[in-house]
């Protein structure tokens, strides 16, 4: 069966403060997109990496990503869901790997748990216990919440690419940020695996500096 790892790097990536997309950023001399793609360009059950990116940023993508065999590149929309969606439509059948821009390392064994629970499910997503209390509250604490029952979701998220599309279908224009809750509000199965601390999203500066310490320490 075909593997397709579709790359969503079409964010304007402004959280971070910078004026360059967070994704186009050098992470120890690399740009953070290159580090994504080659994280799952080499694993054997992946059959090929597609990447979207953002309208306007075509130059700033082929010089990342410069040499790696990523086919054409998908121009994707506003909301992530549109970059979603745009990659859906440019990618054929099979089993698709959708997964961020933002998060540079995935150690292959989770790509295994992944293909292998999709066996028994319509999708399949890495997620990790919360260590810290979960509350309620403002200034004031008003309810905690049960962590034993909250997860933790990651990327990548893999799904049977028809149900992903049926999903997407059944969603309309109003589908939410992440592919597990459309797979869930169309009443799809999506099975949980072990995710990795190393899949951690770099969001902040301080993820930023913590990647840089990962990699000088080859932890990663
Ligand atoms: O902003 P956030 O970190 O949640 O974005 C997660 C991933 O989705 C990033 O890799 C980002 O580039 C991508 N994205 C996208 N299209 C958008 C918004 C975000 O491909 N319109």
New binding site residues.
Partial sequence: ETVTAL???????T?MGAET?K?YRLLAGKPLLRHAVEALIAHPRISGVRV?I?NGQENEAAQALAGLDVGGLIT?????A???RAGLDAIGEGVVLVH???RPFCPPEVVDRLLDALAKADGAVPVLPVADTLAKGDSELRGTVNRAQILRVQTPQAFHLEDLRYAYEEAGSSAP?DESTVMQQAGLKVATVAGDESLH?L?SPRDWERAEMMLAARMV
């Fill in positions: 790359i969503v790097a079409a964010g304007s990536g959280r997309p994704q979207v953002g994707g929309g506003a909301e992530r549109d970059s979603v961020d821009a933002a940020t999203k969001t």
